[in-house]
């Protein structure tokens, strides 16, 4: 295959990779088959540690998502023909390319969309608009250098814009008085929402705000402290911590937690629990602790399938989670966050403290979380 096609397996390839942001706790591996003539030469890569593993021609390899990437576009143009498959939980997308043209596709051969900046962009309004944000979409790398959105990213700019219109009206609720609103960002990452947020409170509503912003990776604290830098964001303070053991005098009015990994989204609301935060905000992630306790008497032939069993923990997790704030006082909604065509993880969690804890609430949660043989990490708060 030629360069220009190589070009063309590259761009569609970075739009796939972008998906780790999001679904990254859903995939299960990259399987690629080279074909020259006859022969076929595979690999099965899998993802560990941030990095990508697997073994080509009898030689193994770990490699980053760039990396990764440069390794496919040279490799393809030794070849006549190659097959990519991304396989996600629920989900496999296609790149297929030959000397002719590159196709995309998904196992239900359904044309995918991965990266087309104009036309994906949605039609309504921004709340984070271009021209006016565009120091902040630059520095957390939503647009590039050219100014317009980058192609791997219209997908995040959507989502993240879309997470700000959903709790619009929270935000303008909680800046009604002339009071500085402080934000507890926990398992924050590299804080990208946090400094979406900053700016839509400062700089469109024109309120004060303090955010915090914790998480127990030291690379992306430090990440985060460079960008504020940058951003001359002065009121963001970043925190290298377990969340079990941060503590701070600060009275905290929301909590965002958004794809926190294994159990750190119940931590993050064991912490609003314990706190005493008024509102929480939260795109819940990893199921996993409930997928590896329950079980439903009588439906053990419908739960020896992984995929249905998986998919049925993440709805009991969630609608748990939802049901043990309502006990601790909360009134709590779940609303889809964006189509689950994006990502499977689409739900977000709305929390607000309403009243005193109701046992009764607290004793059903309980008596459900026997019967499933399950205990989870929220319990402890």
């Known amino acids: 295959m030629n360069r220009q096609t190589a070009e063309k397996i590259d761009f569609f390839l970075g739009g796939i990779l972008s998906r780790l942001d999001d679904n990254g706790d859903y995939f299960l591996n990259c399987r690629v088959d080279f074909y020259s003539g006859n022969k076929k ?22 490699l980053s998502d760039s990396e990764f990437r440069e390794f496919i576009k040279g490799e393809v143009e030794k070849y006549e023909r190659m097959v990519l498959a991304w396989n996600e939980r629920g989900k496999t997308i296609y790149i297929e390319a030959d000397g002719k043209k590159v196709a995309t596709k998904t196992a239900e051969n359904a044309a995918v969309s991965l990266d087309v900046p104009e036309s994906a962009m949605s039609d309504r309004e921004y709340y984070i608009k271009r021209g006016k944000a565009d120091k902040l979409l630059k520095v957390i790398g939503i647009l590039g ?12 700019y959507n989502q ?14 909680m800046t009604q008085s002339d009071k500085t609103v402080e934000i507890v960002d926990c398992a924050c990452g590299k804080s990208y929402l946090s400094f979406v947020l900053n700016y839509y409170i400062r700089e469109v509503l024109g309120k004060k705000c303090h955010f915090t912003c914790i998480d127990y990776n030291k690379n992306v604290i430090e990440a985060s402290k460079k960008m504020a ?27 965002l937690t958004l794809h926190a990994c294994d159990t750190a989204t119940d931590l993050a609301l064991g912490f609003a629990i314990e706190h005493d935060v008024k509102n929480i905000v939260c795109v819940p992630c990893c199921h996993r602790e409930m997928n590896s306790q329950y079980s439903i008497p ?3 032939k419908v ?3 992984g995929v249905i069993k998986a998919r049925i923990a993440d709805n ?3 609608g748990l989670r939802a049901m043990y704030l309502e006990g601790k006082g909360y009134d709590t909604s779940l609303v889809e966050y964006i189509s689950p065509l994006d990502t499977p993880k689409n739900l977000m969690l709305r929390a607000e403290k309403k009243r005193a804890p109701d046992p009764n609430i607290l004793k059903e949660y309980d008596r459900i979380c026997e019967f499933l043989g399950t205990r989870l990490t929220l319990r402890n708060y």
Do not use: P
């Open 298 to 300: 009588g439906f053990e």
């Open 316 to 318: 009991l997790t969630d």
């Open 160 to 173: 993240t814009d879309h997470f700000v219109e959903l709790i619009d009206g929270l935000l303008k609720n």
């Open 303 to 305: 739960l020896k399938y």
């Open 41 to 62: 030469y595979s690999l099965e890569a899998k993802y560990d540690e941030e990095k990508f593993v697997f073994v080509f021609c009898g030689i193994k390899k770990s």
């Open 229 to 255: 830098e940058e951003l001359g964001y002065a009121n963001m303070d970043f925190v290298h911590c377990d969340l079990r053991m941060y503590e701070s005098d600060r009275k905290f009015d929301l909590l």
């Open 145 to 156: 250098d050219n100014g317009k959105v980058r192609n791997d990213k219209v997908r995040k």
